[in-house]
């Protein structure tokens, strides 16, 4: 079993920064991909970035390429999803997923594991 614990989330403007951190249970992690999705309201789940094991590719979607990163420290069993740029249409909770297997994978069906979400609003 693995426990996810995301924070970071909360209110800004258009154009600020955030860094979501999600913490891991578990001596797996270091050996699996993570992900980044996003569900805002009325919305589908989405995917977001996503990370292979132990860290050697990353996977950004179109709408945050270039804005977002993600990124994860092994020592310390915690991905960060570093967000810039950003914009009202990024509203939305954000979850963390765990994978289990080493690649990068866009599918959410792939993920074993879900945290619980943070709120991330961006005003106009």
């Known amino acids: 079993q693995v426990q996810l614990v995301e924070s970071g989330g909360g209110l800004v403007q258009a154009g600020d920064s955030l860094r979501l951190s999600c913490a891991a249970s578990?001596?797996?992690?270091?050996?699996?991909?993570m992900g980044w999705f996003r569900q805002a309201p009325g919305k589908e789940r989405e995917f977001v970035a996503g990370?292979?094991?132990?860290?050697?590719?990353?996977i950004h979607a179109d709408s945050v390429k270039g804005r977002f990163t993600i990124s994860r420290d092994n020592a310390k069993n915690t991905v960060y999803l570093q967000m810039n740029s950003l914009k009202p249409e990024d509203t939305a909770v954000y979850y963390c997923?765990?994978?289990?297997?080493?690649?990068?994978?866009?599918?959410?069906?792939?993920?074993?594991?879900w945290g619980q979400g943070t709120q991330v609003t961006v005003s106009s």
């Open positions: 578990g001596r797996t992690f270091s050996s699996s991909a």
């Open positions: 990370i292979s094991a132990p860290g050697g590719t990353t």
């Open positions: 997923a765990f994978n289990g297997g080493r690649l990068v994978a866009r599918h959410q069906d792939l993920y074993k594991y």
